[in-house]
T-cell receptor
Framework: DAKTTQPNSMESNEEEPVHLPCNHS???????IHWYRQLPSQGPEYVIH???SNVNNRMASLAIAEDRKSSTLILHRATLRDAAVYYC????????????FGAGTQVVVTP | NAGVMQNPRHLVRRRGQEARLRCSPM?????VYWYRQLPEEGLKFMVY????????ESGMPKERFSAEFPKEGPSILRIQQVVRGDSAAYFC?????????????FGPGTRLTVL
């Protein structure tokens, strides 16, 4: 069901940036791009969302390609607490409320 | 401002029993969502409810599963005659009414084990 493609895992050193790619080539003009993360044994946590323009918040930045067929979540300085599974999700306009989680990217942060 | 609350956090049932999972949304939130995460798998959408209404139940198994969100009280996910394959983590999320973008706030989950 998920319409996004992400790498299975990525590794980063603490204090370094992490760039998490996501392909969503079937995105339509009104679909929002969401990122959530899930720490071990916890519920998912909202990270950021965007539609067309790049977005920044206190947790991360979201860079959206001009054709919107891909996006990148940027964690500017990874900490050990950022070790989690990161999910890139398309919220489709005709199924509002239904978040379709894929396999996500497991981020490993090493000290 | 308390977050989404789920109880119990852990639930053990024998095959054939009923399981009732409760979810109290954040204050002011009128939309509730249930997701299931099977062992070693990703989260799967089950159902989306507003107060007293089921909006989208496309992810609910056809039999034994039901959900409600009454006018008063928590949302309930009910599983009748549980089987071992129902063992999973069940997450509830909520969102405020009239939100332009669907940011969902998740609870800590209920871990159901069927013996």
């Amino acid at each position: 069901d998920a319409k996004t493609t992400q790498p299975n895992s990525m590794e980063s050193n603490e204090e370094e940036p992490v760039h998490l790619p996501c392909n969503h080539s079937t995105i339509s003009g009104t679909d929002y791009i969401h990122w959530y993360r899930q720490l071990p044994s916890q519920g998912p946590e909202y990270v950021i969302h965007g539609l067309t323009s790049n977005v920044n918040n206190r947790m991360a930045s979201l860079a959206i390609a001009e054709d919107r067929k891909s996006s990148t979540l940027i964690l500017h300085r990874a900490t050990l607490r950022d070790a989690a599974v990161y999910y890139c999700i398309l919220e489709e306009s005709d199924s509002w409320g239904k978040l379709q989680f894929g396999a996500g990217t497991q981020v490993v942060v090493t000290p | 401002n308390a977050g989404v609350m789920q109880n119990p956090r852990h639930l053990v049932r024998r095959r054939g029993q009923e399981a009732r999972l409760r979810c109290s949304p954040m204050k002011g939130h009128s939309h509730v969502y249930w997701y299931r995460q099977l062992p070693e798998e990703g989260l799967k959408f089950m159902v989306y409810l507003q107060k007293e209404n089921i909006i989208d139940e496309s992810g609910m198994p056809k039999e034994r599963f039901s959900a409600e969100f009454p006018k008063e009280g928590p949302s309930i996910l009910r599983i009748q005659q549980v089987v071992r394959g129902d063992s999973a983590a069940y997450f509830c999320a909520s969102s405020p009414p009239l939100a332009r973008v669907n940011e969902q706030f998740f609870g800590p989950g209920t871990r159901l084990t069927v013996l």
